[in-house]
């Protein structure tokens, strides 16, 4: 009797290089700025908002600076004590939509909790709301017009076409339903057009037997914040996986933490065809959509 074992071969594994794609598309970002700083433009203007001490918040927007003036922009952080009421914050948005200078603004989350959230992401006028968070900008997005398609998303949907990974009549299950990653990752891959056109199932904390799921998927794309919890053996072989996790863990080096993904990285890479890393996948390309975003706004306001 001969027995035929199908041995899924790794070397045919893509490791989707999010760091360097970013680079890449940072540098262009950068060389189409410069062009309209030559001919006697501003610069665009992304604004912050910190409110609190949070570390990893601290974190983030720090970064944001250091791309905003890798590629030229302005960017201006306005750091807010802890206790700043929600009256005061909603004033500076005021003020910051009506300066015609800035062309992005965002307010780091998570919030203080004496603030709602809803409340404050949709003080931000449309025009300027380079998250993609206001409710015209998720309207516009579940009825595919123009619109700012929120950091993550938007930086995973490049890294599927930059990489030409299938996703028409592919099977995509998506883990979690946030607002900012999960929910509109699966209107985005249901859409019409390229990266789109898949059949999405989307799952959250009460979805049963999430395995039935997942093990049929062709793309799985993962965003519950829970480190190592999707598995090699919640997934076919030769499907590709998105890891947008990152939770902090106490490590024992310089920074004192180390960061995670929702993917278990060792026990999926062998069984998939493309896989994000973490650190170096999701994130890096969530910076460029800032970025992105903010220079869309910018040309829009200038007319270039
Ligand atoms: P969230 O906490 O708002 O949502 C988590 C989702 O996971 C919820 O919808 C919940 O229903 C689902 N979930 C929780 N437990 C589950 C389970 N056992 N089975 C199935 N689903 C479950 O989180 P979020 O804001 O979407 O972020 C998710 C992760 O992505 C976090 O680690 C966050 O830090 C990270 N993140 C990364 C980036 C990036 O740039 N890479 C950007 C945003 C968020």
């Keep these: 009797?001969?027995?035929?074992?199908?041995?899924?071969?790794?070397?045919?594994?893509?490791?989707?290089?999010?760091?360097?794609?970013?680079?890449?598309?940072?540098?262009?970002?950068?060389?189409?700025?410069?062009?309209?700083?030559?001919?006697?433009?501003?610069?665009?203007?992304?604004?912050?908002?910190?409110?609190?001490e949070d570390g990893a918040s601290r974190t983030y927007?720090?970064?944001?600076?250091?791309?905003?003036?890798?590629?030229?922009?302005?960017?201006?952080?306005?750091?807010?004590?802890?206790?700043?009421?929600?009256n005061e914050l909603l004033d500076l948005i005021d003020s910051i939509n009506s300066n015609d200078n800035i062309d992005g603004l965002i307010v780091q989350l998570p919030l203080p909790k004496h603030m709602d959230t809803s409340k404050v992401t949709d003080a931000i006028a449309p025009k300027i709301d380079v998250d993609g968070f206001h409710p015209v900008n998720v309207g516009r997005l579940t009825k595919n017009e123009d619109t700012y398609i929120s950091a993550t998303p938007f930086g995973i949907i490049m890294m599927l076409e930059e990489y030409g990974i299938e996703t028409i009549g592919k099977h995509c299950?998506?883990?979690?339903?946030?607002?900012?990653?999960?929910?509109?990752?699966?209107?985005?891959?249901?859409?019409?057009?390229?990266?789109?056109?898949?059949?999405?199932?989307?799952?959250?904390?009460?979805?049963?037997?999430?395995?039935?799921?997942?093990?049929?998927?062709?793309?799985?794309?993962?965003?519950?914040?829970?480190?190592?919890?999707l598995k090699g053996d919640m997934v076919k072989k030769g499907a590709?996986?998105?890891?947008?996790?990152?939770?902090?863990?106490?490590?024992?080096?310089?920074?004192?933490y180390e960061l995670r993904g929702d993917a278990d990285f060792n026990s999926l890479v062998n069984k998939c065809t493309a896989i994000t890393p973490v650190p170096g996948g999701v994130g890096p390309m969530t910076r460029y959509g800032l970025l992105h975003n903010t220079l869309k706004s910018y040309k829009r306001k200038l007319n270039l």
Excluded: W
Excluded at 240 to 256: E, F, M, P, S
């Design 61 to 86: 927007v720090a970064s944001k600076e250091r791309d905003c003036d890798f590629v030229g922009f302005d960017s201006t952080v306005h750091r807010l004590p802890v206790d700043t009421s929600e």
């Design 240 to 256: 590709v996986v998105i890891d947008v996790g990152i939770t902090r863990v106490d490590a024992d080096n310089a920074k004192g």
């Design 1 to 52: 009797m001969v027995i035929l074992l199908h041995i899924f071969d790794p070397q045919m594994v893509t490791i989707i290089d999010g760091k360097s794609l970013a680079q890449k598309l940072r540098r262009k970002i950068k060389e189409e700025v410069s062009k309209y700083l030559d001919s006697g433009n501003r610069a665009p203007h992304l604004a912050a908002i910190l409110v609190g």
């Design 173 to 229: 299950v998506v883990i979690g339903r946030s607002n900012i990653v999960g929910r509109p990752m699966s209107i985005l891959m249901s859409r019409g057009g390229y990266p789109g056109d898949s059949t999405v199932t989307i799952c959250h904390r009460n979805t049963e037997n999430l395995i039935s799921h997942t093990s049929v998927a062709d793309i799985v794309i993962v965003a519950v914040g829970i480190p190592h919890f």
